[in-house]
């Protein structure tokens, strides 16, 4: 009876939270041979745990993969902007233009034009070139023998745009017999060299073939 009493007794003691909580951990635990639990090991997949080659790996990767997408998207935009910037059909039309001289007669201007510049194609006569390699080279502004200007002493050939303001001189004119611009005073000789006025150098000299009777500028 007094076993019954005992047991009845611890029955009826509240048992408390801490108890229970204890009470489950000897049970996982087994401390006594009770039934035993595995616990789970997270270990592998913890941050730190993890395999440091295979992420040095994959950031490689990423940034491989950014820069490749990067560069092609850099040379589509250059190569756009330059098929923009590049000349139109009409343009490249005329890129070069081919003149017969057989049609200009000596003494005479001819004015074409080319890349958008009218270009000076003058049939000089014996007594100009012979005025124009008189001329003493150490006076100009802008030193050049009339034969650094010409291919043959009979044609001069020239961009017509004055070096001051971009002006168009007018032919057969001004003080030295070849050319002047009306807009600020510049004065260019038989062999387009500046003379008088404010133009700083001489009329420019276009790169251009001479074959028999035709000019090809360009």
């Not at 500046?194 to 276009?206: D, F, Q, S, V, W």
Request: a neutral charge; glycine letters at 10%; hydrophobic letters at 40%.
């Amino acid at each position: 009876m007094s076993f019954l009493r005992s047991a009845a007794s611890r029955l009826a003691k509240p048992v408390s939270m801490r108890g229970a909580l204890a009470g489950v951990r000897y049970a996982s635990t087994n401390p006594i041979g009770g039934p035993s639990y595995e616990v789970p090991d997270f270990s592998p997949y913890l941050k730190e745990d993890r395999n440091s080659d295979s992420n040095r790996v994959f950031s490689y990767f990423m940034v491989g993969s950014l820069g490749l997408v990067s560069a092609a998207a850099a040379r589509a935009t250059v190569q756009d902007f330059l098929t923009s910037m590049s000349a139109s059909a009409d343009v490249l039309a005329l890129a070069k233009v081919e003149v017969g001289l057989g049609n200009i007669p000596e003494g005479k201007n001819i004015v074409i034009k080319w890349r958008g510049k009218p270009v000076f194609i003058r049939h000089r006569t014996a007594s100009e070139i012979a005025e124009a390699r008189a001329v003493d080279v150490s006076v100009l502004r802008h030193p050049e023998t009339d034969d650094q200007r010409v291919k043959r002493p009979e044609w001069l050939v020239m961009i017509g745009i004055c070096t001051h303001l971009g002006c168009v001189p007018i032919g057969e004119s001004g003080e030295y017999g070849g050319w002047f611009c009306p807009c600020h005073g510049s004065h260019y000789d038989i062999s387009g060299r500046i003379r008088k006025g404010p133009a700083p150098l001489n009329l420019e000299i276009p790169e251009y073939e001479l074959d028999d009777d035709k000019l090809i500028v360009g």
